[in-house]
T-cell receptor
Framework: QKEVEQNSGPLSVPEGAIASLNCTYS??????FFWYRQYSGKSPELIMF????GDKEDGRFTAQLNKASQYVSLLIRDSQPSDSATYLC?????????FGAGTILRVKS | DGGITQSPKYLFRKEGQNVTLSCEQN?????MYWYRQDPGQGLRLIYY???????QKGDIAEGYSVSREKKESFPLTVTSAQKNPTAFYLC??????????????FGPGTRLTVL
């Protein structure tokens, strides 16, 4: 059973702070890793993906991957109230994605 | 506009009925997927297809059926055998199933409620 674990939250941060979202996975054979944002009642939107160890930056977002420790994280700099959403971590195994249950982020102004 | 469309947005089903959810994409993607999302849970894979006239079961295929007669279309039928069908159903598509950077993009979803 391939598992993806996320803290359900909610994670509350003040506006302008850095939000740190974490995800662990069970299978060392995982190939690539995706972060999606999902607003309440809406479908997931891709934020970014990563497949090499280290950091990958895209605007205010940074994904971090540590395959030895089997975790991937997402940092959101200068958090805004519009970043309040559920963040889904997804791990690719072959042709399929396995999703975590998501972390609820609340950014307070 | 390129994208993935799902219809209807909301669907109500009576006990014992089969219902079909539509998913269409004009992104020229080869692979298409159906997921189910329950409150507070992640997405679970129902079925996926990498090529026309071929599809594979996902983790929770029981009580569901699909077809892939055209590259653009991947309808999902929720049969009366599905015991608890009330959920948010999401269709996704991607360009190259199995590639390292292959990315799935989602349609807007259909919310199914059993009365």
């Amino acid at each position: 059973q391939k598992e993806v674990e996320q803290n359900s939250g909610p994670l509350s941060v003040p506006e302008g702070a850095i939000a740190s979202l974490n995800c662990t996975y069970s299978d060392r054979g995982s190939q690539s890793f995706f972060w999606y944002r999902q607003y309440s009642g809406k479908s997931p939107e891709l934020i970014m993906f990563i497949y090499s160890n280290g950091d990958k930056e895209d605007g205010r977002f940074t994904a971090q991957l540590n395959k030895a420790s089997q975790y991937v994280s997402l940092l959101i700099r200068d958090s805004q109230p519009s970043d309040s959403a559920t963040y889904l971590c997804a791990v690719k195994y072959g042709n399929k994605l396995v999703f975590g249950a998501g972390t609820i982020l609340r950014v307070k102004s | 506009d390129g994208g993935i469309t799902q219809s209807p947005k909301y669907l109500f089903r009576k006990e014992g009925q089969n219902v079909t959810l539509s998913c269409e994409q004009n992104l020229n993607h080869d692979a298409m997927y159906w997921y189910r999302q329950d409150p507070g849970q992640g997405l679970r894979l129902i079925y996926y297809s990498q090529i026309v006239n071929d599809f594979q079961k996902g983790d929770i295929a029981e009580g569901y059926s699909v077809s892939r007669e055209k590259k653009e279309s991947f309808p999902l039928t929720v049969t009366s055998a599905q015991k608890n069908p009330t959920a948010f159903y999401l269709c996704a598509s991607s360009t190259l199933a199995g590639e390292l950077t292959d990315t799935q993009y989602f349609g807007p979803g259909t919310r199914l409620t059993v009365l």
